[in-house]
């Protein structure tokens, strides 16, 4: 079974909304702090949102107020509702641990992604 599954983008204009739907398999997903995190070309990849196993929630300042993480460890899935969208948060969007310079230095595990497209 694939570990990471992203799903739920798409071609969105500005100021409409979309939620992607993160499924997991594995103990350590469900325990441990999950979070989206996006990369535009050309661009580093950067953490959109986190949410411990007890629902404790962080944002930057880029998504805070817009986005809202949730999720249901009994379902396996972490979904993110992004609201009031920009073209700024184009960008291919994956879910993972956290956080990201845990991942980037044990070589971890990423999925394929799911593309949000955000233009009129």
């Known amino acids: 079974q694939v570990p990471l599954v992203e799903s739920g983008g798409g071609l969105v204009q500005p100021g409409g909304s979309l939620r992607l739907t993160c499924t997991f398999s594995?103990?350590?997903?469900?325990?441990?702090?999950m979070a989206w995190y996006r990369q535009a070309p050309g661009s580093q990849r950067e953490l959109v949102a986190s949410?411990?196993?007890?629902?404790?929630?962080t944002y930057p300042d880029s998504t805070k107020g817009r986005f809202t993480i949730s999720r249901d460890n009994g379902e396996n899935t972490v979904l993110l509702q992004m609201n009031n969208l920009r073209p700024a948060d184009t960008a291919l969007y994956y879910c993972?641990?956290?956080?990201?310079?845990?991942?980037?230095?044990?070589?971890?595990?990423w999925g394929q992604g799911t593309q949000v497209t955000v233009s009129s």
């Open positions: 993972n641990l956290y956080p990201l310079r845990l991942l980037l230095t044990t070589g971890a595990y």
């Open positions: 594995g103990r350590i997903f469900s325990s441990s702090t």
């Open positions: 949410i411990s196993r007890n629902g404790i929630t």
